[in-house]
Every structure is written in structure tokens, then in C-alpha cells.
């Protein structure tokens, strides 16, 4: 099989390049990536040189790049997105361009090259917020941020392009993954590394918003299982089981990395923040995938990836990140 990745230079993209091309010996895989501040080529040394693997740097919403990055591809795995919600609250127009209209050139080229499988990496933030219980892929959408309506957007042109044209699509909707070489914009990332340098921990409102996390490489194996085994048209919730609120997450960071609480520094809270995520995975359960990783072991597994490999984030953690850094809490102190 041959697949094309987009958005494989990122953070869940870049892992599933190396599960897949680990599990699969006769597949190919071309990576179309943009290359915008989260894309990252570090994320992928260890594949450069596989003869099966081949790098395209390009836009999702250039028809022409994505036309000659689908010939003779039997899949597409689309990850390409704009991905950071604070961003999306900043400045909501790349998200609506990457996150809709590029799935919307995706779509065409899929269907004119007829391929077998058009899978679309979506999130559980479409769904919106809910106190108790937890969505089931029927659920209506609700998203609250400029980043979950493009994600939503998305997901619409997907599933009207396999009722309208036949396009074979599948969707998944994860929870928060975490793990290796995830951008230091995000809370796990942004805490660990800022607590390592004894700064502090900016903890939004009053930190008990809860998300669902997994351990990014069981997201990628739910994403392989939904590529083989999916119904065509199908949408797949693949979450964690982990619902923790973000002070817990937060104080178990800092006893990992054994550093003072007092480093946790309640700030502003995010515009629209979202109370809680909560998804049903039955139906990627009856796939026969399940997450394998246990929270706490995973947490801290990922804690001692960033102490190990300080060379990749301290790249990234440049000038560029620490004024938007400096932007995002300036504003929110001041609001
Ligand atoms: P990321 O921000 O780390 O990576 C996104 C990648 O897409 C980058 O390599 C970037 O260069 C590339 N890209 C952006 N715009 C592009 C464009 N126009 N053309 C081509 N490439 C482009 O994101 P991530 O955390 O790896 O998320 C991957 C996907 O999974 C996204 O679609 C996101 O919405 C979804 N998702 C993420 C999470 C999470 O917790 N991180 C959870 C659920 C769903
Ligand atoms: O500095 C921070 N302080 C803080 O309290 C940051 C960056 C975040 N938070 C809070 C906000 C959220 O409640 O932590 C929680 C997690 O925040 P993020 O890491 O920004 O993730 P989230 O907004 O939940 O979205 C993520 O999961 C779903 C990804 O970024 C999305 O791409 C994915 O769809």
C-alpha cells in the first residue's frame, strides 16, 4: 500500500510514519507537509533514509502540490491542520483555510484519483463541551473555538463528499494525545519544560477543566485499525480513558521532576475554554483496538523524553516561540 501523509512532519503525524512504516515492510509512505512552525523534518530522522519513505514540502490547499502528491496513492491520512487553540483565538484565518478548505482539495484529488481510503485525523473538540457523559460519534457538533469549527468544517466536507460523490472516507475524533515531540505550545510539553528551567506553570482559570488523554502512539494505532478495518463513511471516537483535570495533570508533572508547586502560576482564563471532553470508543473498541498504555507510566515516560532530549526542543523554544510566549501571557495578565 501506498500512502500519502500530510501533515507527517508534526507531532501524532511523525508517529505514525514510524509505527507504520515499522508494521508495514511493503508499504510506501509520501509525507506532504507544509513545513509552518509545528511541522518539524527532527520529528522524522530516523525514517529520512528509508527507501520506502519520501518527503514533499507543500501546501494542502495548493490543488496543483496535492495532484502530483496523490498519483499512485491508494490512501491519504490526512493530519495537515493548524492545531493549537489559543492560536486559533488569535488569529482564526489559517485555521479556516488549512482546516476546511485545505480538506476540501484533499477531497477533490481523492476523488479524482479514486482512491481506496480518504481518512481524516479529526478530535473530540468538535462535539463541544459536555459536564457528564460522553459522546457518542452520532452526537451533534458543538465547537466553541475558532480551531474546533474549522476541525468541524472539515469533518462536514468529509462526510458530504462520501455521500454526495462516493469518496470512501473514515474519520477519527481522539482525545488529547501526549508524547513524544509534541510542540512545547502545549500544556504537557510547555510544563515540563518550563518547570525543568524553574519557570513557572501558567495554569488557566481554575485548572480543573478535564480532557481525556492518550499516549500518542495508541491514537496511531486506533488511526491504523480504523485505515484496515473501518466501515467506509464510518466515524471513530479513539480517546484514552484518562479523564483528569489540567491541576492534576500539573502537580504530577512537577513531583516527577521533582519541583516545587509553588511554580504553578494560575493566569487568565482561555476564551470559550472548554470545561470537559469526554468520548464513548465502543465502536473503535469492537474494531479490537485498544489504548495500551497506563496514564501515569505514560505521563512520565513523556517527562523524561524532554529531560533526554533537550537538543530537540530547545530548537524549537527559540526567540520566534518566546515572544509568543510573552504575548499569550502578558495579554492574559493584563486582561
Ligand atoms: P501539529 O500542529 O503538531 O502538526 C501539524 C502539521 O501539519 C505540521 O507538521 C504542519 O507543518 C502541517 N501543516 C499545517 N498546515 C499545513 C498545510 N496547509 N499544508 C500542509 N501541511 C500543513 O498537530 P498534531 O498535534 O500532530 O495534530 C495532527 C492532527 O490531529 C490535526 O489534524 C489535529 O487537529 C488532530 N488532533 C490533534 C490532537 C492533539 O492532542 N494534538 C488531538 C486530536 C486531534
Ligand atoms: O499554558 C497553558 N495552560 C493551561 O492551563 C496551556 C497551553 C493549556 N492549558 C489548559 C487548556 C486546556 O484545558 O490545558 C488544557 C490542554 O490545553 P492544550 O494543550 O492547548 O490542548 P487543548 O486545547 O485541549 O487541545 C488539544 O487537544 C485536542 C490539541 O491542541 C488539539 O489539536 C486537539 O484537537
Known sequence: MKILV????????????????????DYEIVNLDKLT??????????????????????DICDAETVEKAMAGCDAVVNFAAESHVDRSIGGPADFIQTDVFGTYVLLEAARRHEVERYLQVSTDEVYGSREEGSFSETDMLEPSSPYSASKAGGDMQVMAYHTTFGVPTLITRSSN???????????????????????????YGSGTNVRDW???TDNCEGIDAVLHKGEIGGIYNIGGGNERDNITITRAILEILGKPEELIRPVTDRLGHDLRYSIDCSKAH??????????????????????????????????????????????????
Do not use: C
Open 286 to 335: 469492537a474494531l479490537g483496538w485498544k489504548p495500551a498504555h497506563e496514564f501515569e507510566e505514560a505521563l512520565a515516560l513523556t517527562v523524561e523524553w524532554y529531560v533526554d532530549n533537550r537538543w530537540w526542543w530547545e530548537k524549537i523554544r527559540n526567540e520566534d516561540f518566546e515572544d509568543y510566549y510573552r504575548t499569550q501571557y502578558e495579554e492574559r495578565e493584563q486582561a
Open 6 to 25: 500530510t501533515g507527517g512532519a508534526g507531532f501524532i503525524g511523525s508517529n505514525f510514519i514510524r509505527l507504520m512504516l515499522g508494521r508495514y515492510p
Open 37 to 58: 512552525y509545528a511541522g518539524n523534518l527532527d520529528n522524522l530522522r530516523e525514517v529520512g533514509e528509508d527507501g520506502r519513505y519520501s518527503f514533499i514540502q507543500g
Open 177 to 203: 494525545n501526549f508524547g513524544p515531540y509534541q510542540h512545547p505550545e502545549k500544556l504537557i510539553p510547555l510544563f515540563v519544560t518550563n518547570a525543568m528551567a524553574d519557570r513557572e506553570l501558567p495554569l
Open 214 to 216: 492518550i499516549y500518542v
